[in-house]
């Protein structure tokens, strides 16, 4: 966003060949949305969304790749752009600044050195986004139900034929756990009383 509303060339990857000045800094701007939709499909497994963010990526590993061979390209006349005709053409002050200061092949080593730190990370990431996104695809994740949520806890015990794993354990002849005993000695279904009964009767 500052390389945008700036123009300044430190807050971006390029800036040295006029054509593809400014496509990195605005492919970037598109990127909070798209990077946005594109974690969003990743978290809730959507593919559909994740898919704007693969394109995403995919064309601006190539812009960034395109813009850095032009930089590149734009370099090799450092060296001579004092003398050159075309400085007066078309006039270019990043690298008027280079040739002025005498930094021309300290400034090739570096700017390839720098766009393969920027392409090759982006690449790593945008493979791997797309692998994941195939994998989506092809096996969507996607919750099995077998028709008995909608009775709640009780239906989905009946149709399983299994019993309320809530029940005492002292049925199974087991302990009884700490979180049954309020119920039992205090609770509305107490029958502890029932045997003294019986025993007076």
């Known amino acids: 966003m500052l390389a945008t509303f700036t123009g300044d060339i430190r807050f971006q990857p390029n800036g040295y060949s006029e054509s593809f000045y400014h496509l990195p800094s605005l492919l970037g701007l598109l990127g909070i949305v798209l990077g946005f939709v594109g974690l969003l499909g990743i978290y809730d497994d959507k593919p559909n969304w994740l898919q704007w963010l693969v394109f995403y990526l995919l064309v601006k590993l190539v812009a960034l790749a395109a813009s850095g061979l032009a930089d590149f390209w734009t370099l090799r006349k450092c060296d001579s752009w004092l003398t050159s005709p075309e400085r007066n053409t078309s006039p270019n002050e990043q690298l008027t600044e280079l040739a002025e200061a005498g930094v021309c092949p300290w400034a090739r080593l570096a700017y390839a050195v720098g766009s ?65 005993l309020m119920h039992e000695d205090h609770g509305p279904s107490d029958t502890s009383h029932l045997p003294k009964l019986a025993m007076l009767v």
């Not at 393969?116 to 092809?138: I, N, S």
């Not at 139900?145 to 009946?158: N, S, V």
């Open 116 to 180: 393969c730190m920027v392409v090759a990370p982006l690449g790593f990431r945008t493979y791997f986004t797309y692998t994941y996104w195939q994998q989506l695809e092809c096996n969507p994740a996607y919750p099995i139900d077998f028709g008995a949520e909608r009775h709640g806890a009780q239906g989905r015990w009946d149709h399983f034929q299994v019993k309320d794993p809530r029940l005492p354990e002292h049925e199974e002849g087991l302990p009884l756990l700490p979180q049954h």
